[in-house]
């Protein structure tokens, strides 16, 4: 499958990059997509909740009425957890909520969601480009020059450009990444994918 290669002005430079069967033209697995979507999502999660159970809560620990005789239930200490005020029961504690998931499984969910993409013509690819100074303005003008200013895009980077980086953090709707750090989430979570020419070889190999 070839692809056509814009320029930063939005036109065709009359070249074709060639996008691999084995990338982008699998039998996608969902399963495997719902599983690396499931850890990266539980990756980010902080774990640091929680609630006082009755022991660790203060208060007194005195009987606060008689066992029997009051035509009411049976209440122990003041942190009973019935009570407004007491410890609740098997509340959140902290927890680690990070799991294992095979490497080949993680590259099968990402070249399954890369294959749903080039489906849905998601697809860019743009020559390789620098910006000599930190510019937002020049960054916006180019991804509207490719038509995606409207859209949720990602724009994926052979190396680190700390230039092309800074110019884009300010805009909501983009984000800039290395092609290594390109996960199955940013994927499917992105209305257009462009990769410039050299990180669509570098994923192409590592893929």
């Known amino acids: 499958m070839e692809i056509a290669v814009f320029s930063i002005a939005g036109k065709e430079t009359g070249r074709k ?27 980010q999660r902080q774990g640091t909740h929680k609630s006082k159970e009755r022991n ?20 122990g200490s003041i942190k009973n957890p019935l009570f407004v005020g007491g410890g609740r029961v098997f509340g959140p504690q902290p927890r680690d909520y990070r799991f294992k998931l095979n490497k080949k499984v ?55 450009n700390k230039n092309i980086y800074l110019s884009s953090r300010n805009l909501p709707n983009t984000k800039v990444v290395l092609y290594s750090e390109l996960t199955t989430y940013d994927i499917l979570n992105s209305t257009s994918l462009v990769f410039v020419e050299s990180s669509l070889e570098n994923i192409q190999k590592s893929l």
Not at 17 to 43: G, M, R, S
């Open 17 to 43: 990059a060639e996008l691999k069967d084995a990338v982008f033209a699998i039998e996608p697995n969902d399963h495997a997509i719902y599983l690396d979507v499931k850890q990266y999502l539980a990756n």
């Open 56 to 75: 660790e809560i203060s208060g007194s620990t005195r009987k606060i009425k008689r066992q029997k005789g009051t035509g009411g239930a049976r209440a």
């Open 106 to 160: 993680k590259q099968l969910a990402r070249k399954s969601a890369l294959t749903y993409k080039a489906k849905d013509n998601g697809i860019k690819v743009v020559e390789d480009f620098s910006l000599e100074t930190p510019k937002t303005r020049e960054y916006a003008s180019i991804i509207n020059n490719l038509n995606i200013g409207d859209k949720k895009s990602i724009l994926v980077l052979s190396e680190p």
